[in-house]
């Protein structure tokens, strides 16, 4: 999945086609080798927003070569795209290459039929419109991106960063985004199911709940409970719970199994662990119990997923 396609035209918007670039198109080598070769495609001076013309491959026929193709949003979601563009994504659908598109590009990618019969997002506020002029299209308004193998859609602008972290994990595994996360000083993951609407994106430095995550994550081993959170917390239960929805969008439980799961996957990279230390040390408890989990979420068995992105450091 090296090769990227960025799909520019005109009313496409500069903010979401600039983190496709600042991901897929700054060589990071250092990172993961070989990185992704990113081009962008579009007419010969193409407007991003209202700010800036950018030179672009003319043209759209090479992008249904590309191994992955990047739809941005769309300026105005009720003008018909180019047609062009629609013939160009539907050849790189046809050809089987991965398509994702950034908060209302999925309008584009709706209007070139691709996304019929799928479960997508957009941003909350087009969502309604979305599911009403496309009823074939299953619009899920609530989540930050989905994942629907080979097409991947995202809510907005922060969103758009998370679907291609999202994405780059999955071709070269957590600590490669996680890394990338770091340096671009953003949350290294946020799972696709997350709220779009929630009170914070993360809790505020010197909070109860910033305190208790990270004790919570350097005792991953350790079999811990809601009560237990609550007690370091100096909260009730109830109320702890309802932070942590209001926060993270999920329970406490759920951001614990995640926060196993992504140990888990950061040490089947990194060591020569066997499964079932690495369920020890994760919390899981035992071998099977890690592997169903494991499989359920990442979709491939632990040790196919160490054969993968199992890296010397």
């Known amino acids: ?30 990172i993961a080798d070989p990185w992704y070769d990113l081009t962008v495609y579009g007419p010969r001076s193409a407007w991003l927003g209202e700010l800036a013309r950018v030179a672009t491959a003319s043209g759209f026929g090479p992008v249904a070569g590309a191994d992955t193709v990047v739809v941005p949003s769309c300026h105005d979601v009720d003008a018909e795209p180019p047609a062009d563009v629609v013939a160009a994504l539907r050849a790189a659908h046809a050809r089987g290459a991965r398509i994702m598109s950034l908060c209302t590009g999925a309008f584009v990618l709706a209007a070139a039929g691709l996304l019929d019969g799928r479960r997508v997002t957009t941003h909350w506020a087009h969502a309604a419109d979305l599911a009403r002029r496309y009823p074939e299209v299953e619009v899920d308004a609530d989540v930050l991106y989905v994942d629907d193998d080979p097409v991947l859609t995202s809510a ?32 290294p993951h946020r799972s696709g199911g997350q709220a779009q609407f929630i009170a914070a994106p993360s809790p505020a430095t010197g909070s109860p709940l910033e305190a208790v995550m990270r004790w919570s994550v350097e005792r991953l081993h350790e079999p ?23 926060t993270t969008g999920t329970t406490p439980l759920r951001w614990l199994h995640n926060q196993r799961l992504h140990r888990a996957q950061e040490l089947l ?33 632990p040790d196919q997923y160490r054969r993968t992105f199992r890296r010397d450091r």
């Open 1 to 30: 999945m090296r090769s990227v396609a960025l799909v520019l035209y005109e009313g496409a918007m500069l903010f979401e086609a600039a983190t496709a670039v600042e991901v897929f198109g700054v060589v990071r080598d250092d």
């Open 224 to 246: 811990l409970t809601v009560e237990q959170l609550a007690s370091r917390a100096g909260m009730s239960s109830r109320n702890l719970a309802r932070h942590f929805v209001a």
């Open 156 to 187: 907005g602008k922060a969103a758009c960063m998370d679907l291609c972290l999202h994405v780059v994990r999955k071709d070269h595994g957590a600590a490669a985004a996680n890394t990338l996360a770091r340096r671009l000083v953003v949350p």
């Open 269 to 301: 990279e990194t060591t020569d662990l066997a499964v079932d230390l690495i369920a020890d040390r994760t919390g899981m408890g035992t071998a099977a119990t890690l592997r169903r989990h494991f499989h359920r979420t990442v979709g491939v068995a």
